[in-house]
Nanobody, 130 residues
Framework: QVQLVESGGGLVQAGGSLRLSCAAS????????MGWFRQAPGKEREFVATIACADDRTCYADHADSVKGRFTGSRDNAANTVYLQMNSLKPEDTAVYYC????????????????????WGQGTQVTVSS
């Protein structure tokens, strides 16, 4: 069982930056694939980023096309934490951001669908004003 707690959301002006954190409980954090998703009002939850590790030191990330070049997912396995650095924020980035986890190591395939993740945090609100 993994418990996830997001933090770092808030209100920011367009063009600004935020860094979200997701702290995970439990052991063997590096053997979990981690994902970031978001849900805007009236819309379905969508993939933002995934960060998975082939071993305890080598991790890989993939990002949705809508955030590539602006958002960066990363993780600190020693701290059991995954991050989402968000730069050049736009009003359309306004959403509740969720982190998610599923057991497994990276083997060349990125998991980007909600149904592929087993554990979810409660979410953190990000609001970007124009």
């Amino acid at each position: 069982q993994v418990q996830l707690v997001e933090s770092g959301g808030g209100l920011v002006q367009a063009g600004g930056s935020l860094r979200l954190s997701c702290a995970a409980s439990g052991r063997a954090f590096s053997s979990y694939m981690m994902g970031w998703f978001r849900q805007a009002p009236g819309k379905e939850r969508e993939f933002v980023a995934t960060i998975a590790c082939a071993d305890d030191r080598t991790c890989y990330a993939d990002h949705a096309d809508s955030v590539k070049g602006r958002f960066t997912g990363s993780r600190d396995n020693a701290a059991n934490t995954v991050y989402l650095q968000m730069n050049s924020l736009k009003p359309e980035d306004t959403a509740v951001y969720y982190c998610a986890a599923r057991p497994g190591r990276f083997s060349g395939y990125y998991y980007t669908r909600l149904s592929q993740y087993d554990y979810w945090g409660q979410g953190t609100q990000v609001t970007v004003s124009s």
